[in-house]
Structures are given as structure tokens and as C-alpha cells.
């Protein structure tokens, strides 16, 4: 029977099923499996799998830790050894519901799964027998300590949810423009990464939306499950089916049919269910779900956050000092002010296991992760390739990568990356925020006074490098120079000791 695309009733919300439910289920299924390996317990113990690792895989996305890599190795040969045991079982049910009647065909593709069956059947109890319990266990209490760095329901957790949706999104567009299997079976995958997000990470809005994408994910099912049951009947040769009537593949593309425009009457037109997902994250909200997202990645890989932060702090502070003189235009792009704070904010993150040095790995890590809600890819690349030359050697004609960027792209690089530079030399110098920043136009160039810092030889070295990068790409000298006076003054103030109460000893 076709379903239509009707609004899905809301229900009420549920328990919620996050990973240490799945972790934890999964511990129990496995054990089950191993006494008594049910049709049901596998099923059960395969759902329980896929959720854990799609929490990894998204969660990695913004916590490159090991414990996440470890625990999608520990489950991968035990889910894919349950999933062949459970395809061989689908296909034997769509060989009985597309054809109850006896047939030759179907009779020696069913002797044939029963015999890939217990071969299948074997690998997977034998890895069961060898799943690591005691560690994944271990595992369990690791990374949901670690899941509190995207608070359930929280920005950080609408952005992640948000992103599969629009990667989803897009398989969608793709699989419509056809009707091969390949994309289809993209799209799938594609919507059921979102499910499994919005389930861990969004319980309200699943409570709402969860019907719909289950409706949508089973069809997309059916419409896999009959593109390999096709290349199935395909093994038999012709010859050995010769006394088969029925038309196998005139069934199947009926069928198939028929489930494509299920899901397209799902998908299209006012009550499309891509509009009701995208009703749980509003436009509006996009660039704060994504700047939640990058103080998570922030909070996971950055061994020193109040580092990274003051020199956001610093870097914000020159970019409002600098706009107030008119030097450059650029300082009034709201789009470059945020790349800016994006690129500060990550300029101390560690990507684990890359033999890389620390940019050249954050630079590959964030331009490996999805694009932010709200940011262009160009944005995005700019904000990585900013930290990347956020100190060291500047890019030059062996940076074979960089050279391949557009004159453009090369030019607001160098930009942002001459800021960071002086913001990171200004807050090793003891500068803690913009507020002890002035800059002030002269005839032969900028100053930029600073309160709070020492005016040292070893200072006015550090200066003198930081500031080179900025000074070329503005076309301007920058004179650094701490205020001595002002910076007495704050010290003076900074040492005031205000009055202690007086303590009344009342003598009896």
C-alpha cells in the first residue's frame, strides 16, 4: 500500500536513547547473541552497532580523540559479519513476498542464501566470540565523558544535526535527477546518518520528527533491498532457470516503482518532509549553531583554551582599533571579522596522530570537517588556511597548495594571518584583552600604543617579526609602542587593596 505525504503526528517525548543506551545495549546483545543467536537478537544487536557508530562518526568530526576511531574499529568486523547473516535473511523474505508461488528461480537462489547463510552465520558468532567486552566497556565511560562537549539539544548539537540534514539534502537532489541505484542507495545512508544524529543529539526534535525519517528510511530500504535482490536473480544462469515462468525482473522494477513514488510523494511538494525536518533549525540560528560548534571543537582539541582566547580577545580588538582609522576597508567586512574570530578561536587546536606540525594538522583537519552552517566553503578555507600561517615560515612559492588559490583568496589569507600573528606576539607580551590596545594614524604610518606591557628588548624583537606580515599586506609602517605611563598607572591601581571590614569585639 503507497503511503502519501501527510503531516506525521507529533508524539510524546521519549527516553532518551543516547550512546551510553546503545553502548550499554550493545554488551547485552552481544551476550544474548552468544547464548542464543535469534533472528531478533541479531536485528537487535546490528541497531545497537549502527547507532554507536554514527555517534562516533559525527562526534569525531569536532573530537579527532582516539577513543572514537577505536571504538568504530572494535565494532566494524563484528557489524559487517552480522550484516551479511542479515541480508541473506531479507533476501530470502522479498524472494517470499514478491512470489509465494513455487519457482524454479526462486527455489535455487533460496538454496543458495541457505548455504551462504551458515557460512555467514559462522563468521559472525565467531566474532561475537572475540568482541571485546571488558574494553568497550572502558570505551563507554571514556567518550561519554566526552559527549558532554555538545550539550543535548544545545547549539553545538543543532549545527552537527543540521549538517547531516543538508548533506542528506543534497544526496536528494542527486538521487531525484535518476533512477540508478548508486545514488539512491547514497541517499539512504545519507538519511539515516541524520536519523541516528537527531535520535543522540536531539531528543526533542525527534520526538517530533522520528516517525518520518523511520517512514522515509524504510522505503529507501525497500528500494536498496530490490536492487540487490535484481543482481541476485542475475547469478542463475538462464539455462539451470529454464522452467521458471515468472517474470522476476518485471516484478522487481514494479515494486521498486512503487516505493520511488512513495518516497516522492514524501519529499515533494508543501508537505515535503525535508521541510518539516528543516522546521527545527532555523535560518536565523545557523551562525550561532556554528559558532557553538567551533567552541566545541575549541573545548575538544585546544590543551590551552584560555590562551586561544585571549588572543581572540586581541585579535578582535586590533580589528575595531584598526577600523576606527580608515586604513583599510577591509576592517569594516563583517564576513572577514568573522573568520577572523573563527581562526583565533582555533588557532590552538591539536589534530591527534597527524605527523604534521600543529597548523599544517589543524589546517587539514578543519578543511577535512563540513562546512559550518551559514559559511561558504571559501570562508572556511580561509579561516583554516589562516591558522595554518598563523606563525612560522610565510607562504611562499613552495607552499605548492596555497599557490593554487586564487590572487583574491591568497591576499585576505595574508591578511587575517598578519592580525593573528601580532594578536599571538601581543598576548605572549602579557596583553590580555583589546581593551589595552589604541591605534592612532600618523604621517608616516600607524601606532599602536599598548597598556600593560613591558618595553624590553626581547619584546620589541617579538614585535618587530609579528608585525611584518600585516605591514606588507596593509602597504603602511606599524610602530609599536608600550604606553610606560598608562601602564604604570595600572599598576598602581591594580595594587590598591580596598578597605577590610572592621571586626567589633564586644567584651562582656
Given at each position: 500500500?503507497?503511503?502519501?505525504a501527510?503531516?506525521?503526528?507529533?508524539?510524546?517525548?521519549?527516553?532518551?536513547?543516547?550512546?551510553?543506551?546503545?553502548m550499554?545495549?550493545?554488551?547485552?546483545e552481544?551476550?544474548?547473541?552468544r547464548?542464543?543467536?535469534?533472528?531478533?537478537?541479531?536485528?537487535?544487536?546490528?541497531v545497537?552497532?549502527r547507532?554507536c557508530?554514527?555517534?562516533?562518526?559525527?562526534?569525531?568530526?569536532?573530537?579527532?580523540?582516539p577513543?572514537?576511531?577505536e571504538?568504530?574499529?572494535?565494532?566494524?568486523?563484528?557489524?559487517?559479519?552480522l550484516?551479511?547473516?542479515?541480508?541473506?535473511?531479507?533476501?530470502?523474505?522479498?524472494?517470499?513476498?514478491?512470489h509465494?508461488?513455487?519457482d524454479?528461480?526462486?527455489?535455487?537462489v533460496?538454496?543458495?542464501?541457505?548455504?551462504?547463510e551458515?557460512?555467514v552465520?559462522?563468521?559472525?558468532l565467531?566474532?561475537?566470540?572475540?568482541?571485546?567486552?571488558?574494553?568497550?566497556?572502558?570505551?563507554m565511560?571514556?567518550?561519554q565523558s566526552?559527549?558532554?562537549?555538545?550539550?543535548?539539544?544545545?547549539?553545538?548539537?543543532r549545527?552537527?544535526?543540521?549538517?547531516r540534514?543538508?548533506?542528506?539534502?543534497?544526496?536528494h537532489?542527486?538521487?531525484?535527477?535518476?533512477?540508478?541505484?548508486?545514488?539512491?542507495?547514497?541517499?539512504?545512508i545519507g538519511?539515516?546518518r541524520f536519523?541516528y544524529?537527531?535520535?543522540a543529539?536531539m531528543?526533542?526534535?525527534h520526538a517530533?520528527?522520528?516517525d518520518?525519517?523511520?517512514?522515509?528510511?524504510?522505503?529507501?530500504g525497500?528500494?536498496?533491498d530490490?536492487d540487490?535482490?535484481?543482481e541476485?536473480?542475475?547469478?542463475?544462469?538462464?539455462?539451470?532457470?529454464?522452467?521458471?515462468?515468472?517474470?522476476?525482473?518485471?516484478?522487481?522494477?514494479r515494486?521498486?516503482?512503487?516505493n520511488?513514488q512513495?518516497?516522492?510523494?514524501l519529499?515533494?511538494?508543501?508537505?515535503?518532509v525535508?521541510h518539516?525536518w528543516?522546521?527545527a533549525?532555523?535560518?536565523?540560528s545557523?551562525q550561532?549553531?556554528?559558532?557553538?560548534?567551533?567552541?566545541a571543537?575549541?573545548?575538544?582539541?585546544d590543551p590551552?583554551?584560555?590562551?586561544?582566547l585571549?588572543?581572540?580577545r586581541?585579535?578582535?580588538?586590533?580589528w575595531?582599533q584598526?577600523?576606527?582609522?580608515?586604513v583599510?576597508?577591509?576592517f569594516?567586512?563583517?564576513?572577514?571579522r568573522?573568520?577572523?574570530?573563527?581562526?583565533?578561536?582555533?588557532?590552538?587546536?591539536?589534530?591527534?596522530g597527524?605527523?604534521?606540525?600543529?597548523e599544517?594538522?589543524?589546517r587539514t583537519?578543519?578543511?577535512?570537517?563540513?562546512?559550518?552552517?551559514g559559511?561558504?566553503?571559501?570562508?572556511?578555507?580561509r579561516?583554516?588556511?589562516?591558522?595554518?600561517?598563523q606563525?612560522?615560515?610565510e607562504p611562499?612559492?613552495?607552499?605548492?597548495?596555497?599557490?593554487?588559490?586564487?590572487?583574491?583568496?591568497?591576499?585576505?589569507?595574508?591578511?587575517?594571518s598578519?592580525?593573528?600573528?601580532?594578536?599571538?606576539?601581543?598576548?605572549?607580551?602579557?596583553?590580555?584583552?583589546g581593551?589595552?590596545?589604541?591605534?592612532?594614524?600618523?604621517?608616516?604610518?600607524?601606532?599602536?600604543?599598548?597598556?600593560?606591557?613591558?618595553?624590553?628588548?626581547?619584546?620589541?624583537?617579538?614585535?618587530?617579526?609579528?608585525?611584518?606580515?600585516?605591514?606588507?599586506?596593509?602597504g603602511?609602517?606599524?610602530?609599536?609602542?608600550?604606553?610606560?605611563?598608562l601602564?604604570?598607572?595600572?599598576?598602581a591601581?591594580?595594587k590598591?587593596v580596598s578597605?577590610?571590614?572592621?571586626?567589633i569585639?564586644?567584651?562582656?
Open positions: 500500500m503507497m503511503a502519501h501527510v503531516p506525521f503526528p507529533s508524539r510524546a517525548l521519549a527516553e532518551h536513547r543516547g550512546l551510553a543506551f546503545w550499554k545495549r550493545t554488551l547485552e552481544v551476550a544474548e547473541l547464548a542464543n543467536a535469534t533472528e531478533d537478537t541479531l536485528h537487535d544487536l546490528r545497537a552497532l547507532r557508530r554514527s555517534v562516533a562518526s559525527t562526534m569525531a568530526e569536532i573530537d579527532p580523540h577513543d572514537w576511531e571504538m568504530r574499529d572494535g565494532a566494524r568486523e563484528l557489524f559487517r559479519a550484516g551479511k547473516w542479515r541480508d541473506t535473511e531479507v533476501m530470502e523474505e522479498w524472494l517470499k513476498e514478491l509465494a508461488e513455487e524454479l528461480r526462486k527455489r535455487l533460496l538454496i543458495s542464501l541457505a548455504a551462504t551458515e557460512t552465520r559462522k563468521k559472525a565467531n566474532s561475537a566470540g572475540r568482541f571485546d567486552a571488558k574494553r568497550w566497556s572502558e570505551l565511560h571514556s567518550l566526552r559527549m558532554r562537549l555538545v550539550p543535548i539539544d544545545g547549539d553545538a548539537a549545527c552537527l544535526a543540521l549538517e540534514l543538508e548533506e542528506a539534502k543534497e544526496l537532489r542527486r538521487a531525484m535527477r535518476t533512477e540508478k541505484d548508486k545514488p539512491w542507495h547514497a541517499l539512504r538519511v539515516k536519523r544524529t537527531v535520535e543529539l531528543p526533542e526534535a517530533e520528527c522520528g518520518s525519517l523511520k517512514r522515509v528510511q524504510d522505503v529507501l525497500n528500494i536498496h530490490l540487490v535482490l535484481a541476485l536473480l542475475k547469478t542463475v544462469p538462464e539455462q539451470q532457470a529454464a522452467g521458471s515462468g515468472f517474470d522476476w525482473a518485471e516484478r522487481i522494477d515494486e521498486r516503482h512503487d520511488l512513495t518516497y516522492r510523494q519529499a515533494l511538494g508543501n508537505v515535503s525535508w518539516f528543516e522546521k533549525f532555523r535560518r536565523e545557523w550561532k549553531y556554528a559558532k557553538a560548534r567551533i567552541g571543537t575549541r573545548k575538544a582539541m590551552k583554551p584560555a590562551r586561544s585571549a588572543i581572540t586581541i585579535a578582535l580588538g586590533l575595531s584598526f577600523r576606527t582609522t580608515a583599510d576597508g577591509r569594516s567586512d563583517r564576513t572577514g568573522r573568520v577572523l574570530e573563527a581562526a583565533a578561536k582555533l588557532s590552538g587546536i591539536h589534530a591527534p597527524r605527523q604534521r606540525t600543529r599544517k594538522s589543524a583537519f578543519l578543511l577535512e570537517a563540513p562546512v559550518p552552517p559559511w561558504s566553503f571559501a570562508e572556511w578555507e579561516a583554516a588556511w589562516t591558522i595554518r600561517f606563525r612560522g615560515a611562499g612559492s613552495r607552499n605548492k597548495r596555497f599557490s593554487k588559490l586564487s590572487a583574491e583568496q591568497q591576499r585576505e589569507i595574508l591578511f587575517l598578519g592580525i593573528l600573528r601580532l594578536a599571538a606576539a601581543l598576548q605572549k607580551s602579557g596583553v590580555t584583552s581593551s589595552s590596545l589604541r591605534v592612532e594614524t600618523l604621517p608616516q604610518g600607524l601606532l599602536l600604543r599598548l597598556v600593560g606591557v613591558e618595553d624590553s628588548p626581547g619584546n620589541a624583537a617579538r614585535f618587530a617579526e609579528a608585525k611584518k606580515l600585516l605591514e606588507r599586506n596593509l603602511k609602517t606599524l610602530l609599536i609602542q608600550p604606553d610606560t605611563v601602564t604604570e598607572i595600572a599598576k591601581e591594580s590598591i578597605p577590610q571590614p572592621i571586626s569585639v564586644r567584651s562582656n
